[in-house]
T-cell receptor, first 117, second 109 residues
């Protein structure tokens, strides 16, 4: 199956700093990438959908100025958590999808654990 | 928004036994997918069942879908210790996935 990587796999930062998380599709072109957040022992919550070359669409309740998403190429999307606070500590997971494939499957990255001190 | 709801929330079984978990959802879907997540790791796609399908098999997995009841079930037969994980259903409407709360399965050796 298709491979999606995330970097870093974990990050610890101080409150007030910004953190960038990368999501890459390694062997296919991801026309669409999705960003999810998962709190401990909870399910995945969709944060935003990004289509290559256009602005991300954010889910209700997700601050677009706090969670900056860039999808400048067909293989890379980035999520920047700006001015991070302890309540932003979570597991962030991306997934990638190729709309041109005719296949509904999303391929998930391994996740990035963010801890804000 | 979260659409799928799963039950049970947790399941503990003996190795070799079968595990069944259910998922209910609220709106129309294109397909329903099941994923496995080991603790602190990413998601592994298990199986996708389309809205016009009723049953699908993959190895020891059997998934059913009842669109009239808006529900799906995942059966894992002859469970193994390696099946210990959280299992999530996700409904697909226009390529966006809505995940259920998940069922945590513990398989005792």
């Amino acid at each position: 199956g298709a491979v999606v990587s995330q970097h870093p796999s974990w990050v610890i930062c101080k409150s007030g700093t910004s953190v960038k998380i990368e999501c890459r599709s390694l062997d296919f072109q991801a026309t669409t990438m999705f960003w999810y957040r998962q709190f401990p022992k909870q399910s995945l919550m969709l944060m935003a959908t990004s289509n290559e070359g256009s602005k991300a669409t954010y889910e209700q309740g997700v601050e677009k100025d706090k969670f900056l998403i860039n999808h400048a190429s067909l293989t890379l999307s980035t999520l920047t958590v700006t001015s991070a606070h302890p309540e932003d500590s979570s597991f962030y997971i991306c997934s990638a999808h190729d709309r041109t494939s005719g296949n509904n499957e999303q391929f998930f990255g391994p996740g990035t654990r963010l801890t804000v001190l | 928004s979260q659409q799928g709801e799963e039950d049970p929330q947790a399941l503990s079984i003996q190795e070799g036994e079968n595990a069944t978990m259910n998922c209910s959802y609220k709106t129309s879907i294109n397909n329903l997918q099941w994923y496995r997540q080991n603790s602190g790791r990413g998601l592994v796609h298990l199986i996708l069942i389309r809205s016009n399908e009723r049953e699908k098999h993959s190895g020891r997995l059997r998934v059913t879908l009842d669109t009239s009841k808006k529900s799906s079930s995942l059966l894992i037969t002859a469970s193994r210790a390696a099946d210990t994980a959280s299992y999530f259903c996700a409904t697909d409407a226009d390529y966006k996935l809505s995940f259920g709360a998940g069922t945590t399965v513990t398989v005792r050796a």
